[in-house]
C-alpha cells in the first residue's frame, strides 16, 4: 500500500477503494483494511467525510519541516553518541561505513550500482549513530520521523544526482559525515549535535534543487504527494 501510494499509483486527494487495491495487489479486503489504517496514523492518508479513505498531500513547508525534525532528532542522536563516550573499537563500523563511501564517491558514483552502494551504506551510518545513542524513546521518534520517504537520510540520493555539480554535494555530505564521526569519537556532544542538524539543512537546500527540476522530483520517493503552493 505504502508503495502504490509512493509510487503514484494513486493521486493526492484521489479515493483509495479497498476493492482496486484488492484487485491491484491480490490481498484480501480485511488486510487492505487494516493498512489503511495504519497509513492514516502515520498521515499518508486521510479519512474523507463519504467514508474511506483519500491519498494525503503535502505541501513544500510540510516536507521542508519534516527535515527540520528528522535534523533536530538526529543532531540529538548524535549527541547523546558523543556523551555516551564509545571506546574506538566500539566506533569502528562508523568508520567502515565511511570508509565505504569514500570509495563510492571516488571510483562508483554515477553508476547505477555505486548509487545503490551509496544509499545503503548512508543509511547504515545514521542507524549506527541512533544505535549508539542508546536511547529506545529517541529511536522511536526518529523511526515515526523518516517515515515520510522525502524525510529520510537518502530520500534525495538519486535526485541529488541529476543536480549540476552533484559530485561536489556528495563530497560536502561526505564531509559532514566525517566531521559526526569524529565529534562523536572526540566526546564533543554539541559539536555533533550541530553537524547533524546542518547535515539535514544540506539536504533540504538539495529539495530545492530538485523541485526546480521535473525529471529530479521524478526521482524523490513521494515526490508524487509534494504539491507546488
Known sequence: MR???FSGAFRPGERISEL???ELTGISRTPIRSALQQLSHEGFVEVIPSGGYAVRSFSEKDVFDAIEVRGALEGLAARLAAERGYSAGRLRPLEDCLD???SVIERELGTEEGFSRYM???RRLHALILELADSPVLKQQVERAVALPFASPSGFIMAQSTLPDSRKLFVVAQDQHRCVVEAIAEREGARAERIMQ???RLA???LRLALRSESALKLIPG???IRND
Open 20 to 22: 482496486t487495491v484488492a
Open 223 to 225: 515526490g508524487a504527494l
Open 120 to 122: 545503503a551504506a548512508n
Open 3 to 5: 508503495e502504490l501510494i
Open 100 to 102: 565505504e563511501l569514500d
Open 198 to 200: 546542518e547535515h539535514a
Open 204 to 206: 533540504a537546500r538539495n
